[in-house]
């Protein structure tokens, strides 16, 4: 997979992950410093991972989801970055986040390399989403090109609308 960092190429590691796979097991860190791993998670799932939540499009890309998954009943959005809890804690309380879970990889980056999304020369974790049934199966991959850009927040949400 070739992904670029502001035009860049960016050398990724970890899984590359397809629809139809199993959600691999993670383990991410909340704001309140406690662990969050995959058996923490149920019904259907939209997993985020972004750079850093503190930028304008990661601070847009949730912001987005947070307004737009409250009109899905039943879908649970997590925000996934190497921000550490407390900076997270503070975005979302600063920007009235209700809808969305942070957490973070900066622990163990377990997260961005079993969903193939660590880059490894930035430290940071490249854009994605992931869309996961009730059952744990992947329904919808997305890898954003250009790690800059946003993702197909249309395509995403309706993947969560169809997914049981």
């Known amino acids: 997979m070739k992904l670029k960092f502001q035009g860049k190429p960016v050398k990724v590691s970890g899984n590359t992950l397809k629809i139809g796979d199993t959600v691999p ?3 991410v860190i909340n704001n309140a410093m406690d662990t969050i791993s995959l058996k923490d998670t149920k019904g259907v799932r939209i997993f985020l991972t ?7 499009v990661c601070d847009l890309e949730t912001r987005t989801f947070n307004e737009k998954t409250s009109e899905i009943p039943g879908v649970t959005v997590y925000t996934i970055s190497m921000d550490l809890p407390f ?7 600063a920007n ?4 969305v879970i942070t957490a973070s990889d900066f622990k163990d980056r377990l ?11 930035l430290g940071l974790l490249a854009r994605a989403a992931f869309v ?4 744990n199966k992947i329904i919808y991959v997305e890898y954003v090109p250009e790690v800059t ?9 309706a993947a ?5």
């Open 50 to 56: 972004v750079p850093s939540i503190d930028t304008p």
């Open 149 to 157: 850009n946003q993702p197909n927040f249309d395509a995403i949400l």
């Open 96 to 99: 009235g986040i209700k809808n």
């Open 87 to 93: 900076a997270q804690n503070r975005w979302c309380a």
């Open 132 to 135: 996961a049934d009730s059952t």
């Open 111 to 121: 997260f961005g390399k079993n969903f193939g999304t660590y880059m490894d020369d």
């Open 160 to 164: 969560a609308k169809k997914a049981k």
């Open 25 to 27: 097991d993670f383990a």
